[in-house]
């Protein structure tokens, strides 16, 4: 048994020896080396294969490039862009040395020294696309130019092995400065702009001829993203991120011994001019063909896939009331300003954005005069402050918390506060005493008259009483930008900043119930390759019905008898809210049937260069411009157009919340309480003006363009009060120097 036991371990042994030995054989140096080299090989075999097959096409062309189609909803023509690429090719020789320079600093310091491609950045871009991270940057300018000029913006495998292959062979037979004057004259810029001398003319209003070498680094810095860093559009950190790159650009030339250091020193930022609607997109096309491009932008159609052309966008906006919209403002407004022979009438912008509160459709837009004329549009614009028009939302955050008032009475319409003007607020680390409109006192109003009289003192102590957080926390949920919007009792006053669009979706959220509500303005993009998915308009409850339909409530009020009743009719059911910002440099009407969700506003800017925000008090020759005057008479006047001259639909209100206290509340015994416009109201009634003990963000103006400049955040300084005034009062009967309010 011994000597067969051990015969079976020496056999076990030796199996395990051989199968040990298999695995290591396998896995020699000698074999891996042979197969690492074996790889190299059969991959060099296949490149040159490749290379011997890929020969350098014809030009692409751009000449084939398609246009894109913008429809109404109903499928009728809006506007048609693209169908011819706007550029100039101009020869190198015109383009300043040291701007070619910037070119090269920007996007490849070593282009003439290099041999036409990157591998590390092609290999890093090709592992990018296999593993679907998308677009990766470190193509030389030699692969630039081929992509835009004999290939595809396509981000494929296939592509981009072709990019490489036809950039060698281009850089064999080609001159540096010839790939540089075909990469300059191809590459897209933005604004429409393809080539240096288009983009020079969209950005500088000059030549390429003439362009200097600070605006030269600007227009090279911008190839890395044109949308993002076009200065006229860029969010605040697209503005940070390319004068980065805009610096970067210098100081590689000052690297490369293109620009010397002292020189350097002295350049500033050169800001571009603001940009024009390109032909065929003038009135209101061009502000609806922008809005939809933004839209598909933030849907990931980017504005190079989007200029490649191609593409059918029909939009939610509807026809008919897109012109009753553009009719009502001719109307109500222009009609009546005389903008050549009036210094302030020069300056009036007006906005609206008309919302479908049931699916968030963006019916009707109004950008501004003419997108040709003022290619910034009024109603996606985001630098002034709502105003009053924000106070609905401190009584339905109140009511949504469930808030009660430093006496404990749980909040509801017919809840009392001290409606004393100046009136500090109580329980506030943040001293605040806003003084009310035309500082007139009130005793004992209920929540529903100060909304209706817009009781700065009420509103103020409101926020205090559910705390500034909440009500933020609030507001961001109904869709209230977080711009500039800060955490403290005078945002009651509306001291951030927001667009019509952003609060016609506000105002629909309310009419909505609760349920949140999006603007949304493209209905279907399609392109033969790729479609967009729409935006769905509508989201989750972010208040309750409840606290919804008893804002609802309180605003019906503020349209029947209140200092909205410029839009008061027969023919509809509304609420609303007015809004005068401070110094009058804004006016809104914020308001809503059951059907429509439409805010209007007036904006008082600058015609310098630069812009700048100024008053509108004195437009047309009418004193004060509130949202009560204006912005309430266009509103009137388009939704009983837009509604076909009226609607039998109702509000159906649930759970309208009344408070804990309900009493009548006695005049205080200043006369000028008892306002004579309540029963006959003027032409240009409006709401009252208030004013925070912070100093609001109005006290700074803008760069040009506004919509990227804010005008600041307010300080919570509490020394630094003004004499509010607001609107509800006619012209003649207030001062004309108003501040925050209604």
């Keep these: 048994m011994g000597r067969a036991d051990a015969r ?20 020699t140096w000698r074999k891996m080396l042979g197969t690492f080299f074996g790889l190299c090989l059969l991959v060099m075999g296949a490149f040159v294969a490749l290379y011997m097959y890929v020969d350098v096409p014809a030009a692409n062309a751009q000449a084939e490039k398609q246009s894109n189609v913008y429809k109404y909803s109903d499928g009728t023509l809006l506007a048609r862009t693209g169908s011819g690429v706007n550029r100039e090719i101009v020869d190198l020789a015109v383009v300043p040395k040291d701007v070619q320079h910037a070119f090269v600093a920007a996007e490849n310091k070593s282009f003439y020294r290099d041999q036409g491609v990157d ?43 072709k990019e490489l292959v036809i950039s060698l062979k281009v850089d064999q037979r080609m001159k540096k400065n010839d790939i540089l004057a075909g990469y300059l004259n191809t590459v897209y810029y933005g604004r429409g702009a393809s080539g240096i001398q288009a983009a020079a003319q969209a950005y500088y209003g000059v030549d390429a001829e003439d362009l200097d070498v ?46 010397d250091q002292a020189a350097r020193d002295k350049l500033t930022f050169p800001i571009p001019k603001s940009p024009k609607a390109a032909p065929g997109l003038e009135g209101q096309a061009g502000y609806l063909v922008e809005a939809a491009n933004q839209e598909m932008e933030r849907q990931g159609i980017t504005e190079e896939m989007r200029e490649a052309g191609g593409w059918t966008v029909t939009l939610n906006v509807n026809k008919k009331r897109q012109k009753q919209l553009e009719k009502s403002v001719d109307r109500q407004l222009e009609s009546k300003l005389d903008r050549k022979g009036n210094k302030t009438d020069a300056t009036v912008q007006a906005g609206a954005t008309s919302v479908d509160p049931k699916t968030g459709k963006v019916l009707a837009l109004y950008g501004g005069v003419g997108a040709t004329e003022h290619w910034m549009s009024n109603a996606t614009r985001q630098d002034y402050q709502p105003a009053s028009t924000f106070k609905p939302l401190v009584l339905a955050s109140a009511l949504e918390n469930g808030s009660k008032t430093q ?37 004992n109003p209920t929540v529903q008259k100060a909304m209706d009289k817009s009781i700065n003192s009420v509103f103020a102590q409101m926020v205090v009483d559910v705390t500034p957080s909440a009500v933020k926390k609030t507001a961001l949920a109904m869709g209230v930008p977080d711009k500039n919007f800060p955490v403290a009792p005078a945002i009651t006053l509306g001291t951030m900043n927001a667009s019509t669009w952003d609060m016609a979706g506000v105002y629909a959220t309310l009419d909505n119930h609760g349920r949140k509500v999006t603007p949304t303005i493209v209905k279907s993009a399609k392109h033969r390759d790729r479609t967009m998915e729409p935006v769905d308009g509508t989201g989750e409850q972010v208040i309750s019905r409840a606290s919804a339909d008893t804002v609802t409530k309180a605003l019906t009020e503020v349209v029947d008898i209140g200092s909205g009743r410029e839009a008061n009719t027969s023919a509809y059911d509304a609420a609303g809210k ?35 925000q100024v008053t509108l008090t004195g437009t047309a020759n009418s004193g004060r411009a509130n949202g009560g005057g204006f912005p309430a008479k266009i509103w009137a006047d388009y939704t009983l157009g837009a509604l076909g001259g009226g609607s039998d639909a109702t509000f159906d209100l649930e759970g309208v919340e009344r408070g804990e206290t309900a009493v009548t509340e006695s005049p205080s015994a200043t006369p000028s309480e008892t306002e004579t416009p309540e029963e006959t109201p003027s032409e240009e009634t409006e709401e ?55």
């Design 8 to 27: 079976r371990a020496q056999g076990r042994g030796a199996r395990r020896a051989a199968r040990s030995g298999g695995i290591r054989g396998l896995f």
């Design 578 to 612: 007015t809004g005068t910002s401070e110094n009058n440099k804004a006016a809104w009407f914020a308001a809503y049937t059951p059907e429509l969700s439409t805010v209007v506003a007036l904006y008082g800017e600058s015609t310098k260069e630069g812009g700048g």
């Design 119 to 161: 591998l590390k950045g092609t290999t890093r871009g090709l592992l990018n696309t296999l593993s679907g991270k998308g677009k990766q940057g470190g193509s030389t300018i030699t692969q630039q130019y081929v992509k835009n000029y004999y290939l595809t913006q396509d981000q494929t495998v296939t592509r981009k092995l």
């Design 407 to 443: 006496d404990g009475d749980v909040i509801g319409l017919d809840t009392v506060y001290d409606g004393t003007s100046k009136r500090p607020v109580v329980g506030s680390d943040i001293p605040f005493n806003p003084q009310n409109e035309d500082d007139i006192s009130y005793d």
């Design 214 to 259: 600070s605006q030269g680094a600007y227009l090279a810095a911008l190839l890395q993203a044109p949308s993002q860093y076009d200065w006229a559009v860029a969010s605040p950190t697209g503005k940070k991120l390319v004068k980065e790159r805009w610096a970067y650009t210098l100081d590689n030339m000052v690297d490369e011994g293109w620009l």
């Design 688 to 742: 009252p003006t208030e004013t925070p003990s912070e100093s609001p963000s109005e006290e700074t103006t803008p760069s040009w363009p506004p919509s990227e400049s804010p005008s600041g955040t307010p300080s919570d300084d509490p020394s630094a009060t003004k004499d509010p005034d607001d609107g509800d009062q006619p012209p003649g009967e207030r001062p004309g120097n108003g501040l925050l309010g209604q």
